[in-house]
Nanobody
Framework: QVHLVESGGGSVQAGGSLRLSCVAS????????LAWFRQVPGKEREGVAA???????TFADSVKGRFTLSRDNAKNTLYLQMNSLQPEDTAMYYC??????????????????WGQGTQVTVSS
């Protein structure tokens, strides 16, 4: 079992930045495939960015060039740096994890561990 705790959400104006963090409780953190998803009420949860243990990362087209993803295996922590935020980035952001071998980075069904979420609100 992996317990995930997100932090760093908040309210910013368009063009601003936020950094989300996700801490995982596990002794095998480096083996985890990790991702950030986001969801707004009434819509499907969508993949934002994902990263493997070797730090290979992938991003949704909507955030490429604005968001960066990194992981600190010594601290069991995943980071999502969000720059040039826009109102359409407003959502609840969830951290997700999986020990799966084959990788479907932005597919929500791939991940079987989820955090409780942190709210990001971007005003125009």
């Amino acid at each position: 079992q992996v317990h995930l705790v997100e932090s760093g959400g908040g309210s910013v104006q368009a063009g601003g930045s936020l950094r989300l963090s996700c801490v995982a409780s596990t002794n095998t953190y480096s083996k985890l495939r990790l991702a950030w998803f986001r969801q707004v009420p009434g819509k499907e949860r969508e993949g934002v960015a994902a990263i493997r243990g070797d730090a290979t990362a992938t991003f949704a087209d909507s955030v490429k060039g604005r968001f960066t993803l990194s992981r600190d295996n010594a601290k069991n922590t995943l980071y999502l740096q969000m720059n040039s935020l826009q109102p359409e980035d407003t959502a609840m952001y969830y951290c997700a994890a999986s020990y799966g071998v084959a990788w479907s980075p932005l597919l929500k069904n791939y991940y079987n561990y989820w955090g409780q979420g942190t709210q990001v609100t971007v005003s125009s």
